[in-house]
């Protein structure tokens, strides 16, 4: 026999009004038609006042999970984990797993979603900016296929210019390959001790034509002498490296200065790339590291910017547990800072 609400009704209403017979039975005068009646009548108000008591239960506990799925539906995620926790009333623990579950779900639904849109996006953009240098190169050919080779000084020209976009389409791709292999985690970081202070002169050795084209200086500062040991991916902290301070050359004034400065602090290193040219505004500061984000297209694009370059810094300083941050001024320059663990 199942326990349903009508059989526990009728089971206490028979409980309660035996015993309410029983007791009876002891008072003086009862007689058994009075028993009779009064068993009865205490048998039927009983089983309806428990049984109503029961549903009444029931009824509160179903309508609050209706609630809840209601909520749900319009997105309504108030409840806190430690007040699920606490409860032992079996119902309210259903409809609160209830709650929890249908929440996660609507979270991660949310997350694909999201993910979605960004794969939709990326897609647009490198589509676009795959067609830029392709659709140049394309037209330079052309036209010294349609005669314009006869003539030397335009062959000469248009080759240069489409070895030039072809430059650029490969610089990109070479950008593309190495964010999506930092986004979905395919390259992995190889640390070891490297001297931070060799590898920047490395990359102003690199970068040295690029800096005498606009007469922009190359510094180091260090407030202790020697070897600055932090515990990094040696290739790809030269790649972060490199990026800054092309950047602060490429976007700093002619004539410019860029300081890479070191300071030391308990267990790590401050790194510091400073320039002193026109700056970031401030309403683009926080979008710089998306990718394919310029301030200035035509400025970034004429120097061979894929775009990409802060996007790849910011992944392989996440790699690093680190965090990349930018301080600029309008016509004061621009710092980029990070922060590297010493080598024990
Ligand atoms: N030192 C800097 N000074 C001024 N603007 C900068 C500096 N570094 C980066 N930027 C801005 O941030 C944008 C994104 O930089 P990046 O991701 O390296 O792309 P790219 O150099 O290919 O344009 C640049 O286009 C530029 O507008
Ligand atoms: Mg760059």
Same mark, same amino acid.
């Given at each position: 026999?199942?326990?349903?609400?009508?059989?526990?009704?009728? @089971?206490?209403?028979?409980?309660?009004?035996? !015993?309410?017979? &029983?007791?009876? *039975?002891?008072?003086?005068? &009862?007689?058994?038609?009075?028993?009779?009646?009064?068993?009865?009548?205490?048998?039927?108000?009983?089983?309806?006042?428990?049984?109503?008591?029961?549903?009444?239960?029931?009824?509160?506990?179903?309508?609050?999970?209706?609630? *809840?799925?209601?909520?749900?539906?319009?997105?309504?995620?108030?409840? /806190?984990?430690?007040?699920?926790?606490?409860?032992?009333?079996?119902?309210?623990?259903?409809?609160?797993?209830?709650?929890?579950?249908?929440?996660?779900?609507?979270?991660?639904?949310?997350?694909?979603?999201?993910?979605?849109?960004?794969?939709?996006?990326?897609?647009?953009?490198?589509?676009?900016?795959?067609?830029?240098? &392709?659709?140049?190169?394309?037209?330079?050919?052309? *036209?010294?296929?349609?005669?314009? &080779? $006869? $003539?030397?000084?335009?062959?000469?020209?248009?080759?240069?210019?489409?070895?030039?976009?072809?430059?650029?389409?490969?610089?990109?791709?070479?950008?593309?390959?190495?964010?999506?292999?930092?986004?979905?985690?395919?390259?992995?970081?190889?640390?070891? #001790?490297?001297?931070?202070?060799?590898?920047?002169?490395?990359?102003?050795?690199? =970068?040295?034509?690029?800096?005498?084209?606009?007469?922009?200086?190359?510094?180091?500062?260090?407030?202790?002498?020697?070897?600055?040991?932090?515990?990094?991916? #040696?290739?790809?902290? *030269?790649?972060? =490296?490199?990026?800054?301070?092309?950047?602060?050359?490429?976007? +700093?004034? $002619?004539?410019?200065?860029? @300081?890479?400065?070191?300071?030391?602090?308990?267990?790590?290193?401050?790194?510091?790339?400073?320039?002193?040219?026109? +700056?970031?505004? #401030?309403?683009?500061?926080?979008?710089?590291?998306?990718?394919?984000?310029?301030?200035?297209?035509?400025? /970034?694009?004429?120097?061979?910017?894929?775009? =990409? +370059?802060?996007?790849?810094?910011?992944?392989?300083?996440?790699?690093?547990?680190?965090?990349?941050?930018?301080? /600029?001024? #309008?016509?004061?320059?621009?710092?980029?800072?990070?922060? !590297?663990?010493?080598?024990?």
């Amino acid at each position: 026999m199942s326990l349903s609400p009508r059989v526990i009704a009728f @089971l206490l209403a028979g409980l309660i009004s035996a !015993l309410t017979a &029983v007791f009876l *039975t002891f008072v003086e005068g &009862v007689t058994r038609s009075m028993l009779f009646v009064v068993a009865i009548s205490s048998l039927i108000v009983s089983f309806f006042l428990i049984l109503y008591t029961i549903e009444i239960l029931v009824y509160r506990e179903v309508n609050k999970m209706y609630k *809840t799925i209601h909520k749900l539906r319009i997105k309504d995620f108030t409840i /806190s984990r430690s007040t699920l926790i606490k409860n032992n009333n079996p119902f309210k623990k259903l409809n609160d797993e209830i709650f929890v579950y249908v929440a996660r779900k609507q979270k991660e639904i949310e997350e694909l979603r999201r993910l979605e849109q960004f794969r939709r996006e990326f897609l647009a953009d490198v589509s676009h900016e795959l067609k830029t240098p &392709v659709f140049a190169a394309q037209g330079f050919i052309h *036209t010294l296929i349609d005669g314009a &080779v $006869d $003539d030397e000084k335009v062959r000469d020209k248009f080759l240069a210019k489409a070895a030039k976009s072809l430059d650029g389409l490969d610089a990109l791709v070479k950008d593309l390959v190495a964010l999506s292999q930092l986004e979905t985690g395919e390259v992995k970081m190889h640390f070891e #001790p490297v001297d931070l202070y060799q590898i920047t002169l490395e990359v102003f050795e690199q =970068l040295e034509n690029t800096a005498l084209a606009r007469q922009t200086s190359l510094k180091i500062k260090t407030d202790q002498p020697g070897a600055v040991l932090v515990k990094a991916d #040696p290739q790809r902290i *030269t790649q972060v =490296l490199t990026n800054l301070i092309e950047n602060a050359i490429k976007y +700093g004034n $002619d004539g410019g200065k860029v @300081l890479v400065s070191f300071e030391t602090e308990k267990k790590h290193y401050n790194v510091l790339v400073r320039d002193n040219g026109p +700056g970031i505004p #401030p309403e683009h500061l926080n979008r710089i590291f998306e990718r394919f984000y310029r301030v200035d297209k035509s400025r /970034s694009k004429e120097r061979g910017g894929t775009g =990409l +370059g802060l996007a790849i810094v910011k992944h392989i300083l996440n790699a690093h547990k680190s965090k990349i941050t930018v301080m /600029s001024k #309008p016509d004061k320059g621009t710092t980029f800072s990070f922060k !590297l663990d010493k080598a024990e």
